[in-house]
């Protein structure tokens, strides 16, 4: 019996170094150019759908909107699969490395984010933008003050409104329910990223208006894609692939299609 269970644990050894054997077989494709993430020939990719018109889910069920297609031309000059994965915003950057990884969500690049991942190169300018109820009198910074404001949930949106003085800061996971929200007048106004809150003033025409943020006092913000802390590898190619997406005139047609057409 004593031998048996010998003979089976030096089974279950060799068959563990085999294992290891073949790891390191695909380890070898590290030397020759891809990082970790890019290895298996999929490059996961979350993002959160609900931020129009970088992200939404398409008629078809899928995600799709400005990012979706900016990672799919990124897959194709990188030769991998892309493969979305749809989650809350605020689940994003703690996801890298683990479900997902990389993160396109029109995702600004922060110091605290910073910490817990690295950007790529920025691809994107945008602002906060506040969105109101059309007769609302709210005009200027100091008319924030003490306000009811909606927001999506671990986004700039939110930091700001929570650092304005009084406020009440109501977080959303859909920016489309905190929209509602404001015209059911639940709360009196909502902070969200410029191009989503545009494509949101003009689907409720009439009964919100989008007011640029630099009003406001807010700051320019830049959109990249979250990157694994320390890939500097995955970093260099993504970087490669948006410069080239850019040089092809790619990027242009992306933004006349996604962006200008809303
Ligand atoms: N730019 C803002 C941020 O980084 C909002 C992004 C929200 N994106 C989304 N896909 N829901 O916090």
Redesign the pocket.
């Known amino acids: 019996m004593k031998k048996l269970l010998a003979l089976s644990l030096t089974i279950v050894m060799m068959t563990m170094l085999c294992a290891c054997g073949a790891k390191e077989t695909a380890g070898d494709v590290t030397e020759t150019g891809a990082s970790a993430a890019l290895a298996d020939g999929v490059l996961t990719v979350g993002?959160?759908?609900?931020?129009p018109p970088?992200?939404y889910v398409g008629d078809d069920g899928q995600p799709d909107g400005f990012?979706m297609a900016l990672v799919k031309a990124i897959g194709e000059k990188l030769g991998v699969e892309v493969k979305i994965e749809n989650m809350e915003?605020a689940s994003?950057v703690t996801s890298i490395g683990s479900k997902i990884d990389i993160a396109a969500?029109?995702?600004?690049?922060?110091e605290e984010?910073k910490q817990t991942v690295d950007f790529s190169n920025s691809y994107y300018e945008?602002v906060?933008y506040v969105i109101l109820p059309a007769d609302s009198a709210i005009a200027t910074a100091a008319d924030l003050e003490g306000k009811t404001i909606g927001v999506?949930l671990?986004?700039?949106?939110?930091?700001i409104a929570t650092d304005i003085a009084g406020t009440t800061v109501a977080p959303y996971n859909k920016?489309v329910d905190a929209v509602n929200d404001l015209i059911n007048g639940k709360v009196d106004c909502v902070i969200?990223?410029k191009n989503?809150a545009l494509v949101f003033e003009s689907k409720f025409e009439g009964q919100v208006v989008a007011i640029d943020g630099v009003q406001f006092d807010f700051e320019i913000?830049n959109?990249a894609i979250a990157l694994p802390k320390g890939d500097a590898e995955l970093a260099t190619k993504i970087n490669e692939a948006i410069d080239a997406i850019k040089a092809d005139g790619t990027f242009d047609e992306l933004v006349k299609t996604y962006i200008e057409a809303e």
């Open positions: 993002t959160n759908a609900e931020f970088f992200e990012d915003f994003l969500a029109g995702m600004t690049v922060t984010r945008a906060q999506q671990g986004t700039t949106g939110d930091f920016a969200i990223d989503p913000e959109y």
